[in-house]
């Protein structure tokens, strides 16, 4: 059966790295973010990689205009249809702390945005009875923590939806995979101090494609980042808030 | 763009730097870092010297800039960005029946590398060099990008070819694919006794791949044996190759030590019956057997390892043989010794190639192997051959007068391009390549 992936902020390293494993598959992509140009780019290396068609859409999170066509254009994709979120964006605490309306702005982009997306496509895939959706969250959303708690906030809003999204579409057959990366080698850590136990692009989408495989509901990835973050939220708070981690 | 400042290495490990390195992760990110200044670019940093090196500087890395753009099968001209690896290409292509007419022993190489090293292959007294394949490439300067190719501007593309990323950040390339039948190799090993025997197998293959490995410990009679393997394209199944296996932290120095080696050589000799055999491969295996082994080269441990690659002419032969005597009389070898028959092609000023043998053998940082590694450097220039800038790390400016003979025209384009000097690397320096200045 033909296979199709819509994929929010596809511009993304994780993402691009995501979209040529399911190239290499031969399943359509609809690559779908700000950058038009770069979209474009990239949905030519899926398509000489093997992918099927592959399309640049234009999404910005922040506009809700852009919502309606995408989900047009996906459903005009026959068979099985995914999602995939890889949108988000990260501003440094210290810059929210000087401009706290940059709140609004990370909200949109990690949470509110692609989850209305999300929540139109829903239906449709109940509809189609298959599928999955895969949205990237974020360790940081396991706890809120001195450096980016407004990120964090909207990770973990992000999935708390999917919990609840999960539970809805699970009854017609259409899965939903959270995924919380840890350090990822991305321009979004790029030069960042502190990084540690970093991890490819490439191994964190196929770390995302074996868990949507084996249906798993939520993965971290690399896996360690379950113990850390384990601990990290064992940690009682009394303690917690005295300490810079 | 965030210049992230860190410590890296070349593949050897023996060099190293510090630097500031910018990694633009899409073209316009690529525009961005440029800004109004030339900054010189790298790749997988698979160079085994300092060709990749900044130290004290800024560079950047091109890994992530990595699309395939257009794909013609009309012509077989595949657009790419320049921080595509070989082997993404190999990959992606060969099913459909289509391969990088060269490709380097490493299929981490990026299209970038094998353009500024001008790289050759298995086949290259066939095919000739990379840059001979390469239709245009997109050259980035602070005022923009400029198409280059062969015909419309053929000073800046002999510069470029093999110019060691001195003309300006390669950003992209078309270049010509060449027809496979599929992606697995039907390979023939041979053992061959001795140095003699293995020129005249060499001069006398008429396969489309050929490549030699020598045993570089052994000594006497059987100076110069090893396997020669003749490749061809074909089609049909073979098992997918297993998962690459990563070296996990540097060995200690016994690992590679001279009795363990001689005795992994002739294990590895034997490993070939004596009447030879032909096998079916993937094509990876044949191409990149090195591959399969992430970081192999934390095999050497910490303090690293060079190696030696120099070509000389045919008639040259007997001053090769001379060299290989005394890297066997040393004891300083390790397993990975090459010797190939290579052909004339090549496109840039400072490209490697010319008619002849090339021998390649690594071994590890030591004092013995640096002035071993030294006298052969003087000895290979004295055959009238030379060494090539994508191994070296040890020659001086002294060692590698005449090697080059095309070197002031290199350096006209090279002084046009970039008066400042600004993409001068530690190798470019070390040699003076560009001039004492
Ligand atoms: C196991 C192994 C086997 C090998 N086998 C062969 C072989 O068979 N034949 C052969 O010819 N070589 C061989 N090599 C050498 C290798 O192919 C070259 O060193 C090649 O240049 C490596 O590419 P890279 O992307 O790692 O480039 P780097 O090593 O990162 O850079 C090499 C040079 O290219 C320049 N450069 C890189 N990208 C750009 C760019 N986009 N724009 C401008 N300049 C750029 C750098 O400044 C530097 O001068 C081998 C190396 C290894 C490790
Ligand atoms: N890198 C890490 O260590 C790490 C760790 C945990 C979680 N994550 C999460 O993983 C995901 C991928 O991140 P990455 O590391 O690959 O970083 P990235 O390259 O910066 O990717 C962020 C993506 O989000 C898109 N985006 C931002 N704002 C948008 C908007 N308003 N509308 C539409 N798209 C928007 C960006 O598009 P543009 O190209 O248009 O800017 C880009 O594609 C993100 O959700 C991130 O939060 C990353």
Redesign the interface.
Same mark, same amino acid.
């Given at each position: 059966m033909n296979s199709t992936w819509i994929i929010l902020g596809a511009t993304s390293s994780m993402a691009r790295a995501f979209a040529r494993a399911v190239a290499i598959e031969g399943a359509g992509i609809l690559l779908a973010g700000r950058d038009m140009e770069e979209l474009s780019r990239l949905a030519s290396d899926c398509q000489l990689r093997g992918a099927r068609i592959a399309t640049a859409l234009h999404f910005d999170a922040r506009d809700p205009e852009t919502f309606g066509p995408l989900i047009a254009r996906a459903c005009q994709e026959e068979g099985e249809l995914n999602a995939a979120v890889f949108a988000g964006s990260m501003p440094s605490q210290t810059e929210i702390d000087s401009d706290p309306s940059l709140i609004d702005g990370v909200m949109a982009d990690n949470h509110t945005g692609p989850a209305r997306v999300l929540h139109m496509l829903a239906p449709r895939m109940e509809s189609r009875g298959c599928g999955a959706i895969v949205g990237v969250g974020s360790v940081a959303g396991d706890r809120g923590r001195l450096n980016n708690y407004v990120y964090g906030a909207a990770k973990a809003a992000f999935a708390t939806y999917l919990s609840g999204l999960r539970n809805r579409l699970a009854r017609s057959g259409v899965h939903v995979v959270t995924v919380k990366p840890g350090f990822v080698d991305t321009a979004m850590t790029w030069g960042l101090p502190g990084m540690f136990l970093v991890a490819s692009p490439e191994a964190v989408a196929q770390d995302i494609l074996r868990a949507v495989r084996k249906r798993r509901n939520v993965i971290y990835t690399p896996f360690f980042w379950r113990w850390i973050m384990l601990i990290i939220r064992t940690i009682p708070e009394p303690i917690f808030k005295k300490l810079k981690i | 763009m965030?210049?992230?400042r860190t410590e890296y290495a070349g593949w050897g490990r023996a060099l190293r730097a510090t630097a500031e390195i910018a990694?633009p992760? /899409? +073209?316009? &990110?690529l525009h961005g870092t440029m800004g109004d200044a030339l900054v010189p670019a790298m790749g997988m940093r698979r160079s085994y010297g300092d060709a990749a090196l900044v130290d004290g500087g800024r560079v950047i890395d091109m890994t /992530?800039l990595d699309?395939?753009?257009?794909?013609d099968p009309a012509t077989g001209i +595949?657009e790419v960005?320049a921080g595509v690896r070989i082997g993404e290409i190999a990959a &992606?292509f060969a099913p459909r029946g289509w391969l990088p007419a060269v490709m380097p022993g490493t299929g981490f190489a990026t299209v970038g590398g094998c353009i500024a090293q001008d790289v050759h292959g298995k086949n290259h007294h066939h095919a000739g060099s990379f840059c001979q394949h390469v239709v245009s490439l997109r050259l980035a300067t602070p005022t923009g990008e400029n198409e280059v190719t062969p015909e419309g501007s053929p000073d800046l593309f002999r510069a470029t070819a093999g110019g060691l990323g001195q003309t300006g950040v390669i950003v992209s390339a078309r270049m010509k694919l060449a027809r496979c039948p599929g992606d697995v190799m039907v390979v023939t090993e041979r053992r061959i006794a001795d140095w003699d025997e293995f020129l005249a197998r060499l001069d006398g293959s008429r396969a489309t791949y050929t490549v030699g490995w020598i045993d570089a410990t052994a000594t006497g009679a059987k100076l110069g044996r090893g396997i020669l393997e003749e490749g061809e394209t074909g089609s049909g199944l073979v098992p997918r190759r297993r998962r690459a296996a990563r070296v996990p932290m540097d060995a200690p120095r016994i690992a590679l030590s001279s009795p363990v080696v001689r005795a992994f050589n002739a294990a590895y000799f034997r490993r070939v019956p004596a009447s030879g055999r032909t096998v079916v491969r993937p094509i990876d295996d044949f191409f990149f057997p090195l591959d399969r082994i992430h970081d192999w080269n934390r095999l050497y441990g910490k303090s690293g390892f060079h190696q030696f690659q120099c070509v000389v002419p045919v008639g040259a032969a007997d001053a090769l043989r001379a060299m290989l005597e005394r890297i066997a009389r040393s004891g300083l070898a390790s397993p990975l010794a090459v010797l190939k028959r290579m052909g004339a092609g090549r496109a840039g000023y400072l490209s490697f190639p010319m008619e002849g043998y090339t021998l390649a053998v690594d071994m590890p940082n030591t004092e013995a192997a640096r002035s071993l590694i030294r006298e052969l450097i003087v000895q290979a220039r004295d055959a009238g051959g030379r060494i090539y800038f994508a191994k070296d790390s040890l020659a001086r400016a002294e060692d590698i007068t005449g090697m080059y003979p095309e070197l002031d025209d290199w350096r006209v384009v090279v002084g046009r391009q970039d008066p400042q000097g600004r993409l001068i690397t530690d190798l470019v320096r070390r040699l003076q390549l560009r001039g004492t200045a």
């Open positions: - | 965030s210049w992230k990694r992760e /899409r +073209l316009r &990110a /992530r699309r395939m753009i257009g794909f +595949l960005e &992606a």
